[in-house]
C-alpha cells in the first residue's frame, strides 16, 4: 500500500475533497492496482462463500436453495474426534520445531557467509546450500528414506563404522523420532533458500557503522551483536509474524511422502485429515468445517503475535 | 515521456488481466467439439450401417490411469471410430483416484463417460450419471446378449434398482488359467532345495531358512532377505492383510469375512485363525527372515530390491512386484523369477483365492447426464460388447495382427514376439488392450460362434509365455501352469453376494467413516504386532482387539451385513 501514495502527500486532512484530489492525481497507480485488487477478491474472498458448506449437509448435485442446513453438526463431529486432536498436536509440534529450527540455522548461516571474506567460496557456498530448494519433497522423501535404511543405508552404515552402535537402527519406524527427521529434512532443504533474504538485509546495513565499530575497536563478534543483528531485527520480526500466522498450515507433503504406518500417530497432520475423513469419504462439508478452523486459528495467532511483536519490539506488519 | 509510459503499463497490465479471465472461462469447451460435418470415413460395416456416423467426440474419464493410451489414434481406434463415428478425449485420475472422483463428482461438471469403479456411488449420489435400464433395452441388443440371465445384477441396489454401469471389469463366463498370487518363492530356492513340497506356511519358512543357511549372502556380498512385504499405502490390503484370510479358507470379501451359509459378517480380523498368522509373521521377525524394511519401505524401494534378486520369498500378486521382476528377467536372471504357490496357515485350510463370486456385475462405465448424445454412446459400447468389437479389441485387424488360418485365429510370430517383448509400444500402436474396460465383454475360455477364443488369454497362449525355468519349476511340480497347483473352483460354494468390496456404499451411511476408522487402527496395529517381540505378541493384539470395539466395529459389521443381505435378496429375485 505504500506504493500508492508514494508520490502524493502525506494525507493530514482526510476530508473527501482531498481524497478525490489524490485519487484524480494517482489515477493510474489506482488503475494499475485495480487487477490485482479483483484478483484478491476472485481467488481470496468469493470463495468464502464456500464455507456455507460447512454448515450443510452439502450434496453436489443440488442447488443453494435445496441443500439441508444442519447447524454446527460438523463442528461437533470435529471436536468429538480423538484423531482430531492427535492430529493437531502433530502439526502444532512439528510447526512449533520447524520455526524454531527455520529461524535459527537460516540466521546463523547468513551471518556466518557474511563474514567469508573470499567471495568465490562465499558464491559458491551460497548457491550449493540453495539447490536442495528446487528439489521435490518427492525425490527428497526418497534421499532421506535410502540414506536411514537399515538394508546399506549412509547413516547406518555411517555410524557402525564408527562403532557407535553394532545393529542397524531402524530410524523410520521410530514414532519418536518422525518429528526430527521432518524437521532435519526441512532445514537440508530449505536453509539456502531462506538465508537469501537475511543476506540482502546484511546487504543493506550501511558499512559506515560497522567502519565506526572498527574505529571504536569492537571484534567481529561484537560488530555481528551490535550491527548485524540490529540491521536485520525487522526482517527477522516480520517473517516471525508471518510464519507464526502459518503455523497450522504446514501442509502434508513432507509428512505424507516420510510417514508410514509405523509413525502414524506422529505423522497424521491436519492437512492429511481433512483429505482422508473429508475429501475422500465424499464428506464436502466436514473437510469445509477443518478448513474454517483452520483459517479461524490462523488468523487469531497472526493478530496475536503481531500484537506481543508491537508491545515487545515495537514492531508490526499491521 | 513519463505519460507515455504510464499509460503502457496500463495497457499492459489489464491486457493480462483479460487474458486471465480469458483463461479461466474457457474451460467448457472441450466437450461439445464435434465439428456437424459429415463423416469422412462412411466405409461403416453392418452393425452400424443405418446409424449416424457424424464425428462426435466425447469425453472419458477413468479412474485407471493408462499409460498406453494414443488418443484412439491406434489402430484399433481409428477402426472404432470408422465404424462408429466416435472418438474418446480420454482423461485419467493422476495420483489417488478417489480424491479425483470426489472432486469431479463435487464440481457438476461431468465427463460424458466415467469409470469411477467404486466411487461411482459419489457419482449416483449426485444425481450425474444416467439409468441405462431403457437405453440398453432398446439400443444394445449385444450387451443384452453377453449379460444374459445376469441383467438384474446389473442393478445399482435395492433401494434403487437403476442400472447406472455396465461392467466392464467382471468379465462373463471367465476362467483363470494361470495364478498370480499366493506365496512366491524364487525358482533357484525351490530347484537347490529339490523342489519340497510348499503348502503351509511351515513349509514355506523352511524353504527359506533352508536356502538363507546355504546362501546368506549374494556374490556381492549384500545379505539374502528372506521374505519382504509391501506395506505402502493400498499395497497393505494386498501383501499383508488379505494373505491372512485367503490363507486360513476365507473368501476376498474386503476387510471382512462372511459365512457362506448365514452371510453373518466379521470383520476379519477378529477372527481367530488370523491371529495365528500375524503370529506367524511375528514368528518369521523374530527369526530374522522377515525384511526389517517391510513396514518402512516405500514402493519404489520394494521393487528395486526385488529387482537386485535378493529376496528370496513374497507374499504379493505378480502384478504389484511385477516391475521388479521384469528387469530380473530382462537381465536374463529366470531363475531369479517367482513361482506362486497355494500356501495356507496349516493343512487343514484350503487357498482361497480362487473361490468362485460368480459374475460380479459393478465396476464399469457409466453414462453421464452431460453427454451430449447417449444413444450414440450406448450404441458405440454395444459395438464393443459385439463379437465384432470383443474380437477387435482383443486381437486387433485381421491381416495385421492376427491370420484365420483353417477356421482357427492365430497370432503369427513376429507379432506375438513384438507383443511379449516391446509391449508397451505395441500397445501403443495397435491399441489392443486399450478398450477392454469400456464395455461388457466375456472373460478368458469363452469360445465366440466360430469356435475361437474371445480373448488371447487360453492355455497354449499362457504356457508359450513362460521362460524354461519357469517351465522347469511347474514341470517338477506336476503342473501346466501355476493355477493347476491351486484348489479348483468347484471345491467351492458361489457366494450369492459376489463380492462385498464390491457393493456400493452410500456415500451417507455411516459406515463409510466407521470402516476407516477400523482400517486406521488396523494399519497401525498389525505392524506394530508382526515386529514386536513374540512375548508381547498376544498383549498387543488383545489391545487391538479391544480398539476394534471400541470403534465401534460391531456397528461396522452389521451396517455391511444388511448390504450383503440386500444384495442376495436382489440377485436372487
Redesign the interface.
Known sequence: MKAVTIDGQPQVRRDKGTFWRTFLRNK?LY??SL?FV??VFVFSYYPLWGWTMAFQKY???LSFGEQQWVGVDHFKTLFQDD?FYQVLRNTLAMSFIGIIAGFLVPIVFAIMLNEIRSMAFKRVAQTVSYLPHFVSWVVV??LV??ML????GAVNDFLMWLGIMNE?I?F??KGELFWGIVTLSDVWKETGWNTIIYLAAIAGIGPELYEAAKVDGASRLRQIWHITLPGIRTTIVILLIMSIGHLIQIGFEKQFLLG???V??YSQVLDLYS???G??????SFGTAINIFNSVVSIILLFAANGLFKRITKESIM | MKREM??S??VL??T??AG?LAACGNNNDNAGNASPSISANPTATSSASEDNLAPLTMTFYSEDPNPNWANMQDEVGKALTATTGITLDAEYAVG?P??KS??I????EYPDLISAKGSIS?FV????VLDLTDLIDQYAPNIKKVFEGQLGRLKYSEVDPAIYVIPSYSTVGQQYFNAGGGFELQHRVVKELGYPQIKTVADFEKAIKDYLKLHPKDENG?PN?GLSLN??DWH?FISVTNPAFLTTGGADDGEFHIDIDTQEVTYHFRRPEEKEYFRWLNHMNAEGLL???S????Y??YKA?IATGRVLGLIDQDWDYGDGEKALKAEGKFEYGYGHYPVTLTSEYKEASFWPSGFMAGNGLAISKDNPDPVRAIKFLDYLASDEGQVLMNWGIEGKHYKVEGGKRVIPEDVNNRKINDATKFQKETGIGNYNLLSAHYGDGVKDPTGNYYTTNFPEQIVAGFNDVEKETLAAYGATTWRDLFPKEEEFKVRPWGASWNIPVP?ESDS??LE??LQ?IT??R???AI?AKPEEFDKIWDDYQKELIAADVEKAEDLREELVKARVRMWSE
Do not use: C, H
Not at chain 1, 149 to 152: A, E, G, P, R
Not at chain 2, 105 to 108: D, F, P
Not at chain 2, 125 to 128: H, I, N, R, S, T
Not at chain 2, 295 to 298: M, T
Open positions: 493510474y488503475a494499475m487487477p479483483l484478483w450434496k453436489p448435485a484423531t522423501a526418497g528414506t535410502k535404511s537399515t538394508d546399506n542397524p531402524q523410520m519406524a508410514n504406518n509405523l502414524r500417530d483429505l482422508e475423513y475429501l475422500q469419504m465424499s464428506r464436502y | 504510464k499509460w503499463g496500463l497490465t489489464t493480462l488481466f486471465l489417488d478417489v480424491q470426489s472432486l463428482a463435487a464440481s457438476g459419489k449420489d449426485a444425481g450425474a549384500n532377505i506395506a505402502d497393505m525384511d526389517k524394511e513396514f518402512v519401505q516405500k519404489d524401494q530390491k456415500t463409510v467413516v476407516k476408522k486406521d494399519w497401525k498389525i505392524p506394530q515386529l
